[in-house]
């Protein structure tokens, strides 16, 4: 069969033997589950043709072909674990370090040694060019604004930056080391109570989490120490501390370290906040504020603010990444192994019970590694893909609202302000968390204009490469983007801007969802994930809440320091 | 087999410029007088009199400073070209290829390398013309994805680490007061705040004690 226009290609089929010389072969290609059985010598290796070739309704699979290279069958190991960022590193360490289980993390990109990261202090290639990036030519995701429309591919990387290798997009982080507020977790209720249903927005399919903020404090506290954060605490217990975030849901602890320096910018925008009655607070980071030794035992060094730090691997350690702050425990463990290179495709399943997964080599070799549980840690876009593609679970349906995979999208609200200051501000130096912020708009007492929820507002020196940062000149200052004119005006404003973020809560909505692209495919010829998503009245009044508050946009402007804003 | 093409341009460009002998070692030109043969990777040698030219329109030497000819950014314009940015190895090109809105990006079929030729194709003879003339013809292209290209790519080899072939002697880093990726600024984060902490820039190869190789390099 031919889908797609795409002309032949190879089949991606999940073999898995069980052992009792019957071979169970799941080609999970369809909408629903789509299965088909074979009878092979046990152990054996051999290239199959499967024969039949459902293709579903909506045209989603790729042809049906030849499978080969040969699947290579490993000896099963009890846990596999898809992703070795942060969310399969964590979990394998709890593993191997608290039970006899043996685990092995399958990681798509490649290794990471810090001692790699120094030579990686350029900004063309790994601030522009993105080199730490996931290789989007080999796989992408698909947009589009709702149902009516055809996605197109991202092509190249805008506002999201996922990362790959060991460590994934923990290694290229920032450290910005946020916990979610107490109403995020109980978000359905906490609106129903506060607000009549008529003010809430058509089609809000906001649930709660079913943990509470309660519930995972003892775990935020736990992951702060190991990471090393800094910041202050603004809530210990229930009691308020000045100086912290006072909005903040209560804190069992300080945080493990102190607050970041501050550079200039911080110390305006602490000046300006303060002159308007906020409450500026240091934004917490997990780029070590001082030498620090975690509870494992592992040691790391103070941020040296080298300006490279989002985007890069942080060439000290100094950032907590995956890398130093989890391998140096798991790498001696003998239950553990992990697999760089490694591209998980199917998860195998049977009878509702996972059996393993099938991955594609350092060679391109197609493997099949036999487990009794399978952890899937490669973020929400890849999960979801990797969940569909290996038929697992009940697709959602935007028009009937059945089924839970691919549900409820959501991204973030972010709007980003612009001021010009009169003094230099040294952005080159600066590190990814290094900043400040207030939280007196996150809750809902002071919004307007029909906004539910709102949202922090920050300012980060995270360091600024010379080619970034040229060009930055106020509106109106030179008609032309290039020339001599346009030279003098990037010259005379060089190194004087400074930004503003508001990051607000971007709700779940009926018609944001996951789904496969029809169309677009990755290496393999396996469908892209596709997100049907936009924003809406509500994200639109969030926007122009934090633009057109005048208080907001003057926090330097207050302080004395900053010229006016731009958007 | 292609005619090997040259660009003849002045000594001082290269400045600090990594190249690589025959045989594969990194040698670091130190900036002199006169003038280089520099072979080329990518452009003809008419091409890259052209994106000379015009590169220099763009950011030009004047009393403010020195400009893309001085950088040598014709330099890191050819060798991104010819690397993996070039080719759109990390671009996803799988068709088809639908026009879409502004935040979708580019959609288009077209590498920086068939842009910048067609591009090219469209200026010949600019390189001899007046500058008058020249900021004429890049104002007429000026909303073009080529001309968008050039200009970003002229910023990015005036001020890029001079790995890359352009910033020759460091010339764009000194001109806007960056000093190089410094390992550390703790001791001067939280100082002489409103201050410009300025430093004669040194190269990330400079830093280390070794050379080091661009992505372009690496990954052809």
């Known amino acids: 069969m031919v889908s797609g226009g795409t002309g032949s290609m190879r089949v991606p089929v999940s073999v898995f033997n069980n052992g009792d010389g019957v071979t169970r072969l799941v080609a999970a290609l369809s909408l629903r589950l789509w299965r088909l059985f074979y009878r092979m010598p046990s152990g054996a290796a051999r290239r199959l043709v499967p024969r039949a070739s459902g293709v579903s309704q909506a045209g989603l699979i790729p042809d049906a072909g030849i499978i080969e290279p040969v699947v290579k069958r490993l000896k099963p190991v009890d846990v596999v674990i898809v992703g070795g960022g942060w969310s399969g590193l964590v979990m394998a360490k709890e593993l191997v370090t608290r039970t006899a289980l043996s685990v092995a993390v399958l990681e798509r990109g490649p290794a990471r040694k810090l001692a790699e990261y120094a030579a990686g202090m350029d900004e063309v290639d790994y601030n522009i060019r993105l080199r730490m990036m996931q290789d989007i030519s080999e796989e992408t995701v698909t947009h589009r604004h709702s149902t009516a ?33 107490e109403h995020q977790f109980t978000m359905a209720s906490h609106l129903r ?81 303060s002159e308007l009655g906020y409450h500026p607070y240091p934004v917490p980071a997990a780029t070590l504020t001082e030498n620090y030794t975690n509870p494992d035992g592992v040691s790391r060094p103070a941020c040296a603010y080298c300006g490279f730090c989002s985007r890069y691997g942080c060439m000290i350690g100094a950032k907590a990444q995956p890398s130093n702050t989890l391998m140096p425990i798991l790498a001696p463990k003998k239950n553990f192994q992990l697999r760089p290179l490694c591209w998980v495709r199917r998860i195998v399943h049977r009878n509702g019970r996972a059996e393993g997964v099938v991955y594609s080599g350092p060679n391109g070799e197609e493997i099949l590694q036999p487990a009794r549980i399978v952890v899937l840690a490669s973020w929400t876009l890849n999960n979801t893909r990797l ?73 980060q020196s995270s360091g600024d490469g010379p080619i970034s940062a040229f060009g930055r000149i106020p509106p109106g200052e030179v008609q032309s983007g290039w020339g001599s004119e346009w030279k003098k005006a990037a010259l005379r404003w060089y190194d004087r801007m400074g930004s503003m973020m508001f990051e607000g809560d971007h709700f779940a909505y009926r018609q944001n ?31 122009q809440f934090f633009v057109k508050m005048p208080p907001q946009q003057n926090l330097w402007v207050a302080g004395g320091s900053g010229r006016q804003p731009r958007l | 087999m292609k005619r090997r093409e040259f660009l003849t341009i002045p000594a001082r ?22 003038t280089v043969r520099v072979p080329l990777r990518f452009f003809t040698e008419a091409e890259a009199l052209i994106v000379a030219a015009a590169s220099e329109r763009i950011l030009p030497r004047d009393e403010a400073g020195p400009g893309a000819s001085d950088a040598g950014v014709v330099l890191y314009i050819d060798r991104q070209l010819a690397g993996p940015y070039g080719r759109d190895r990390r671009r ?53 994805l080529f001309f968008q290209l050039l200009r970003t790519h002229t910023v990015e080899g005036f001020l890029c680490d001079p790995m890359h072939g352009g910033n020759a002697g460091l010339i764009g880093w000194q001109l806007v007061g960056y000093p190089g990726p410094l390992m550390s600024h703790r001791d001067e984060i939280d100082k002489n705040l409103g201050q410009p902490w300025r430093r004669q820039p040194k190269s990330l190869s400079d830093i280390l004690g070794r050379p080091v190789k661009g992505w372009e390099e690496v990954d052809l």
């Not at chain 1, 506290?221 to 009691?239: D, I, P, T, Y």
């Not at chain 1, 469908?527 to 009044?541: F, I, N």
């Open chain 2, 92 to 144: 996803y090109i799988k068709p088809p290829f639908m026009a879409s809105f502004p935040e979708h990006g580019y959609q288009g079929k077209e590498s920086p390398r068939e842009i910048y030729r067609a591009g090219l194709a469209q200026l010949a003879g600019f390189a001899s013309l007046s500058n008058a003339e020249q900021d004429a013809k890049l104002r007429a292209i000026e909303k073009s």
């Open chain 1, 387 to 459: 969940l569909m593609l290996s038929g697992i679970g009940e697709r959602y349906d935007p028009a009937t609202g059945k089924g839970t995979l691919g549900k409820n999208l959501t991204h973030q609200v972010c709007v980003g302000l612009q001021v010009f200051f009169d003094k230099p501000l040294n952005s080159f130096m600066g590190a990814g968390g290094l900043g400040m912020a207030i939280g007196d708009f996150e809750g809902e007492e002071k919004l307007e204009g029909g906004v539910l929820r709102g949202g922090g507002i920050r300012s």
């Open chain 1, 193 to 273: 109570e506060r607000y009549p249903a008529k003010a809430l927005p058509e089609n809000l399919a906001v649930q709660d989490w079913g943990v509470t903020y309660h519930d995972l404090e003892p775990f935020y506290w736990k992951a702060e120490q190991m990471m090393g954060v800094g910041g202050k605490a603004g809530n210990l217990n229930g009691k308020i501390v000045e100086g912290g975030n006072i909005f903040e849901a209560p804190r069992s602890h300080e945080y493990p370290n102190p607050p970041h320096k501050t550079n200039y910018l911080m110390a305006e925008f602490t000046r300006g906040a």
């Open chain 2, 13 to 34: 460009s290269l400045g600090g410029s990594l190249l690589y002998t025959l045989a594969g070692d990194p040698v670091i030109l130190q900036g002199q007088d006169g």
């Open chain 1, 513 to 543: 969802y996951m789904d496969l692209d029809p169309v677009y495919k990755d290496k393999f010829g396996d469908p892209l994930v596709r997100m049907t998503l936009d924003w809406t009245d509500h994200e639109r009044s969030q926007e």
């Open chain 1, 149 to 181: 429309a055809a996605a197109v591919p991202v092509r190249q990387y805008g506002s999201f930056n996922p990362g790959t290798g060991v460590g994934g997009a923990g290694e290229h982080w920032g450290g910005v080391s946020y916990r979610f507020d």
